[in-house]
């Protein structure tokens, strides 16, 4: 049962007010989306201590979570950086416990709270894509001004899209959420109008995830709309595949001299073969355990640099030589980064982790447009994860977990069910 303070506030205005915010804090001050997840799971905790909220969370993958965290911090103990390992642990613990929280209390909310929430993240992402629009128009003058203040020069700074990567990767996740709250408005042009700009914003955006956002989301409108086990089921297979196949295949990457001639590649993503051919050669050096939770930093020859060469455009003949770092933090892959720093162990547990909620996003909620947003949103987040961010990183985790709470919130009453293992997508 929610608990109102004052007869007028409870758990589902928190949810609904960090969708408010959280577009624009991603923009602007991404790292905010981890402070964001405590305060709304310490007030969903103050709504819902008594009633032990956290209990309506499932069981089975709150078990799977429980293990990869102790394990996680089990790691410290071979780990190249044991401190290091031991404090990522912690902090993956407790923010997994916070969303666990946050997931809990999306849970059993009316109709009136669905739409509330619904509206919020609604106005949220437009209020995100409308500060992405000022950021182009002024946001060069504002960050030259800045960079000016710090090395004296004020003219030579020109603003790349690819300081709004993060901001732009939550907005357009939110706009699952948002999509599917806007049908619960008779408005139906509603949806039009929202969806275009976010299409507009995966194209301008740098980040090459937030154009494979858009392709995730087509899929899963195809492919998802009907409820099937057997589709959660093959979800879950070519999940699972992916998780054992892809150490592999970054282990057969050529070297970077001749990587670097793949006309495919373009030059800013060819670093990312350098790190994940690296990445490969390492687990493969310690398969079963892997080099402790958060060591990519201190992985030895991580800060070795891989000089290639590549003829200048325009057919000069004339060559450049282009230095890569071969581990530069982390691998800028969430397989590899399980592979490398939690074994094979760790590795089996996401794999069973994705298995599980491949069969819930898919065959465990009943209407369509559920089913769709729940595996758009569970396949956009798996492509965010193995392009682009560190996948410990507190920002990226919290991300996730208020994205999968505001999906169920604003889906929380289509179901005269009660809350189980099978209504979490």
Request: charged letters at 10%; proline letters at 6%; glycine letters at 10%.
């Amino acid at each position: 049962m929610r608990r109102d303070f004052a007869g007028r506030w409870d758990v589902s205005h928190s949810l609904a007010l960090a969708g408010l915010v959280a577009p624009g804090l991603a923009m602007w001050a991404p790292l905010g989306m981890a402070p964001l997840l405590v305060v709304v799971a310490v007030a969903a905790l103050g709504f819902g201590w008594r009633d032990r909220i956290w209990r309506r969370f499932p069981q089975k993958i709150g078990l799977i979570l429980a293990g990869l965290c102790l394990w996680a911090g089990l790691s410290a103990l071979w780990a190249v950086d044991p401190r290091q390992s031991l404090f990522s642990a912690a902090q993956l613990a407790l923010t997994t416990f916070a969303g666990m929280v946050v997931v809990a209390s999306a849970q059993g909310l009316d109709a009136t709270a669905a739409r509330r929430i619904g509206l919020a993240v609604t106005v949220g992402v437009m209020i995100g894509l409308a500060l992405f629009a000022l950021g182009l128009a002024t946001g060069a003058r504002l960050t030259a001004f800045s960079h000016g203040l710090q090395t004296g020069d004020f003219t030579a700074y020109r603003l790349s899209t690819q300081r709004f990567n993060r901001g732009a990767t939550v907005t357009l996740l939110l706009a699952v959420p948002a999509l599917v709250g806007l049908r619960r408005f008779p408005v139906g042009i509603a949806r039009s109008v929202l969806a275009a700009p976010c299409l507009a914003l995966a194209l301008v955006v740098k980040a090459l995830a937030a154009k494979a956002l858009v392709l995730c989301g087509l899929i899963a409108l195809i492919l998802f709309r009907t409820p099937s086990r057997r589709a959660g089921a093959a979800l879950g297979a070519v999940l699972v595949a992916l998780v054992v196949l892809v150490p592999a295949a970054a282990h057969l990457l050529p070297p970077p001299q001749v990587t670097i001639g793949w006309s495919l590649v373009p030059y800013s993503s060819h670093h990312r073969l350098t790190i994940w051919g690296f990445t490969a050669a390492r687990i493969w050096e310690r398969p079963l355990l892997g080099w402790g939770m958060d060591s990519a930093r201190s992985i030895p020859g991580g800060e070795d640099e891989v000089v290639v060469r590549l003829e200048n455009p325009r057919g000069s003949g004339n060559m450049s030589e282009l230095s890569e770092q071969v581990m530069p933090l982390h691998p800028h892959n969430a397989i590899l980064q399980w592979w490398l720093e939690l074994g094979a162990v760790g590795a089996g547990l996401f794999a069973l982790l994705l298995w599980r909620l491949a069969g819930l996003a898919v065959a465990g909620t009943p209407p369509p447009h559920s089913r769709v947003a729940a595996a758009s949103l569970l396949l956009g987040c798996l492509v965010v994860s193995v392009v682009s961010f560190g996948f410990w990183q507190s920002w990226w985790q919290s991300s996730m977990w208020m994205l999968t709470a505001w999906l169920i919130a604003v889906t929380a009453s289509v179901s005269p069910k009660p809350p189980s293992d099978e209504s979490v997508p």
